[in-house]
């Protein structure tokens, strides 16, 4: 049972992490602009928050649901301001810099981390994503046990961290190809980008009602 449920936690990770939002637009950005583990170390902060998700929509805990749908306006509108200031920060990153800090070792891999951890967590509506998930792959909460949730959330975190681990691979190769005024254009655009679906994520308030 273990078994069979690590692979279905790899397939909901992989679901959950795939549509290229605004996560996955910073994380391109700053593989472009730091390099490879600052990508990977950023999407690894999404997967973190992605498994504390699985891990209560697993347990049903039904007492944080219940709070998140009761104030999942504030929700959206404060998680949808940081998204907008996030595309403001990439419209103005200045790409020199960031690759000055790479060759001085001075990027710092846990602040990549623990910006995209906390970004992610802002947005708790993701749990109801995780529970239509758990129910469309017949895992039922009252059914399973600790070793079978501990499988569970295991195949959400390695199927959320092997995609980023390929997207920010991928990036990285043609990173090299790939000139500084290039970049420069690429945070312009990675920014607006960012930043219209920050003011997306706050208009579909009315839309979820």
Partial sequence: MGFALFWKGVFVGLMVTLPLGPI????I???????????????LG????DAIFAIIAGF?????????KTQHIYFQIFGGIIILLLGIHIFYTNPVRQIRHQRLNK?????DFLSVFFLTITNPLAIFF???????????????????????VGGVLAGAAGWWFLLSFVVSIFRERIRLRNIWWM??????IVFVLGILSILSIWFIE
Avoid at 46 to 49: D, I, K, P, T, Y
Avoid at 130 to 152: K, P, R
């Fill in 29 to 43: 950005q700053r593989t472009l602009n730091k390099g490879r583990l600052s990508g990977f170390f950023s999407g």
């Fill in 60 to 68: 049903g805990i039904s007492y944080i649901i219940s709070f998140i």
């Fill in 107 to 111: 990027n710092r891999l846990h602040h």
């Fill in 187 to 192: 945070n312009k655009v990675a920014g607006i």
């Fill in 130 to 152: 995780f529970l239509a998930m758990f129910a469309g792959i017949n895992v039922a909460s009252d059914e399973i046990n600790a070793f079978g949730l501990t499988s569970l």
């Fill in 24 to 27: 996955g637009v910073l994380c």
């Fill in 46 to 49: 999404a997967a973190s928050a």
